[in-house]
């Protein structure tokens, strides 16, 4: 069991965790090393690609130059569980639903970035992934890595299922109008627009430069994905079931994500009784900024400022005529929509500060 | 400096312990302003007139 930790002793004689990550070539997971690569109570112990065992990881992540001199390995269950403390999969869905329980099993401690234990109900894996889930016990051990919505439980958690990058951004939008219950539960659209790293490392024809630049291209107007863990957390706040509509646009950025959520109110409110829902919230939340400003450039949330970040920018404002609130939210879908949550999950798991490693500004202009 | 919740947004704000009626402060958060007055020894704001922006058709 790797519950306690092997303690390695860092600068300022603080301790450190052994860290694995599993899947570590592709977007999410090169992402997840630049995090980690610098985290003062993190030492990196394997990192695996079938693809690129024995090389360094700079000649794949080239920002990570300098940094680190680890290379891949193959994946090897046995190594990793003896010699972590903690491993991260950021392997595709489908791909990481074996190896997770086989870590699970072994008793190290997984945080898994991909879709597999992110949904309670097995039969949503049918529905929305097309495939049954082979562990659906293992479904109700996994806790959702959002730690605004699950600290307490993704502290003690032996699995913990990171979110849908889109998932992560409408959620932390809408989740203050469920709880307030300001909203009607049954009509709910969310309308997402996400960056090209948000389709992974992998080409297709759609990912083609040619074909990429310059889209605004609907790609999923329906059953996506996402709407299942979307209608599950909120659902989870507002203690019933709550339908959620989406639709996400591939845009022409390279990273971010805007989510327009748009929802209706169940009585009159006001502008002020929404700035108290939201602050009652994320007052203390170090990763949750709220936007609504009547000066500068930047009035609503804007995925292009918060590129880099772990930062999920929320806003709002009300259409009063409609009687419609319009809730928006931005992040970065590779940090907050990815890694970012998953190293703020580990900072929780191991009681570290929770913006240890991740109180990054974000970089403009981009 | 005197911690102030923003009528508008609820965010702390920080006001000058020798700020003095009349004086402008702006939320950083919502961009409101106000007017800091003095009553019965303790701060309060008030809306501050400012021109609004149009940028309408």
């Known amino acids: 069991m790797s519950m306690s930790m092997s303690m390695s002793m860092g600068d300022g004689g603080r301790e450190k965790i052994r860290v694995g990550v599993i899947g570590a070539s592709g977007y999410v997971g090169g992402e997840l090393l630049r995090l980690l690569v610098t985290h003062p109570r993190v030492e990196l112990a394997m990192v695996t690609s079938r693809q690129y065992a024995g090389e360094y990881v700079h000649r794949i992540h080239p920002g990570l130059r300098g940094f680190t001199e680890i290379t891949f390995s193959p994946l090897d269950i046995d190594k990793l569980s003896s010699n972590c403390d903690l491993v991260f999969t950021a392997v595709p869905h489908g791909k990481a639903v074996e190896i997770v329980k086989r870590l699970y099993d072994t008793g190290v401690r997984v945080i898994d970035l991909s879709a597999d234990y992110r949904i309670k109900d097995p039969e949503a894996y049918k529905y929305y992934y097309g495939w049954s889930h082979p562990y659906p016990d293992l479904l109700s051990k996994s806790v959702y890595g959002i730690p605004e919505l699950h600290r307490d439980e993704i502290r003690n958690a032996r699995l913990v299922s990171c979110p849908g990058c889109m998932a992560v951004t409408s959620l932390l939008a809408l989740a203050p109008l469920a709880k307030h219950d300001l909203i009607d539960l049954d009509h709910i659209v969310v309308d997402s627009k996400i960056g090209s790293s948000g389709a992974g490392g992998k080409p297709s024809s759609g990912t083609h430069h040619a074909m990429r630049y310059g889209v605004v291209r609907p790609y999923k107007p329906v059953k996506h994905r996402h709407t299942a863990e979307i209608e599950q957390e909120m659902s989870i706040i507002a203690g019933r079931r709550v339908s959620v509509s989406m639709t996400p646009h591939a845009v022409n950025i390279v990273r971010g994500i805007l989510c327009t959520n748009h929802a209706f109110l169940k009585r009159s409110t006001t502008i002020q009784e929404l700035w108290r829902a939201y602050r009652g919230m994320y007052r203390n939340e170090p990763f949750v900024r709220l936007i609504r400003d009547t000066k500068g450039l930047y009035k609503y949330p804007d995925p292009k400022f918060v590129v880099g970040s772990n930062f999920c920018d929320v806003g709002f404002d009300i259409d009063e005529r409609n009687n419609r609130v319009v809730a928006l939210s931005a992040s970065d879908n590779l940090m907050k929509g990815a890694a970012g949550s998953a190293v703020q999950c580990m900072n929780v798991m191991y009681g570290f500060n929770e913006a240890e490693g991740l109180l990054i500004t974000p970089l403009t202009p981009v | ?57």
């Not at chain 2, 919502?30 to 009553?39: I, P, R, S, W």
């Open chain 2, 1 to 57: 400096m005197v911690k102030v919740r923003c009528p508008e947004c609820d965010k702390d704000l920080n006001i000058p312990d020798d700020a003095v009626d009349g004086e402008i402060v702006t939320c950083p958060d919502c961009g409101a302003n106000y007017e800091v007055t003095h009553m019965d020894g303790k701060i309060t704001l008030k809306p501050a007139e400012s021109v609004g922006e149009d940028w309408g058709e």
